[in-house]
């Protein structure tokens, strides 16, 4: 989905360079980032971060990680939450606001068997932000804080629900059996408003506006295998993915009333909007896999 991946629960980052398809998959020629969520564990934490800056700056969060051996032995709570407010810095008008909620809890930490139940959710509401628009051939020279957009029209808004199902389960020394279930849901609606050519001290502004919702529901299934063979050591994996993907895109043009370039009007109406496009996409997925290294 669209949107920005805050860091509030991410455990670790993983940097893979060049071909990386055998472990992630289409769409990883070039490498890929893969993002390390924040899971519970048996030993008790208990964090939280205030920021500030100029700007404005503003973040807060909280990360408790609870084992709850009184009520189930060897499971575990983890909650993380996020509240995020920034400003650009020389810039008017354009602001960044994120919330984040992240819950999960795992069964049968450190036994063969392990069952964790997550769920992300986080929520933006931004004044975008298309900077300046050029003539000549380069940026317009105006004051840094110059802003030609809509204050009270301009909105970039999403939502983002992220559940997933994860079991591990290790079946003796040489096998581990891992099925994950994922479903994600990103709605994403934005406005902005774009000061696409410049007139004698005027600017004509466009204001290109989407709706998407994104979702997508997969099942991974992996079985590990580690054992040696004639001196060699082998881990052998071998996976079955089953995926189904829809997007739903809407897109409305209107334009915002020409303003003056060194002292734009932020406070106008924009003209109607009128249906650019509506479309609807459904994909299938299926993938099988297996290597030896």
């Known amino acids: 989905g669209s949107y920005f991946r805050d860091s509030f629960n991410f455990e670790s980052l993983e940097v893979l360079k060049g071909p990386s398809s055998t472990f992630f998959g289409r769409g990883s020629t070039g490498g890929i980032i893969n993002q390390v969520s924040k899971v519970p564990r048996l030993d008790p934490s208990y964090n939280g971060i205030l920021s500030g800056g100029t700007g404005l700056l503003l973040r807060g969060t909280i990360d408790v990680n609870q084992p709850i051996p009184q009520a189930l032995p060897n499971a575990a709570v983890r909650l993380n939450l996020m509240a995020h407010r920034a400003d ?38 931004n004044i975008p932000d298309y900077g300046f628009p050029y003539l000549n051939g380069r940026p317009l020279r105006v004051d840094r804080e110059s802003f030609f957009g809509l204050t009270k029209e301009d909105h970039e808004r999403t939502w983002v629900n992220i559940g997933t199902a994860r079991l591990d389960h290790r079946l003796n020394d040489i096998f581990n059996l891992r099925n994950t279930l994922r479903f994600s849901h990103v709605d994403r609606d934005s406005a902005v408003t774009n000061a696409s050519a410049v007139l004698p001290n005027t600017l004509n502004r466009s204001r290109p506006q989407r709706d998407t919702q994104e979702s997508i529901l997969n099942n991974q299934t992996d079985l590990t295998a580690k054992f040696d063979t004639y001196g060699f050591k082998h881990t052998a994996t071998t996976g079955l993915e089953i995926s189904r993907e829809t997007f739903d895109l809407v897109r409305w043009a209107s334009s915002g009333p020409n303003t003056t370039i060194n002292n734009p009007d932020n406070n106008q109406l924009p003209s109607p909007k009128t249906l650019a496009a509506d479309s609807d996409t459904q994909a299938i997925g299926f993938g099988v896999y297996a290597a030896d290294q």
Do not use: M
């Not at 810095?89 to 063969?112: Q, Y």
């Not at 997550?118 to 929520?123: D, E, K, T």
């Open 88 to 125: 650009v810095v020389d810039r008017d008008k354009i602001e960044n606001k994120r919330l984040g909620f992240a819950p999960s809890i795992a069964f049968g930490l450190g036994t063969p068997t392990q069952i964790t139940l997550s769920y992300v959710l986080q929520h933006e509401d």
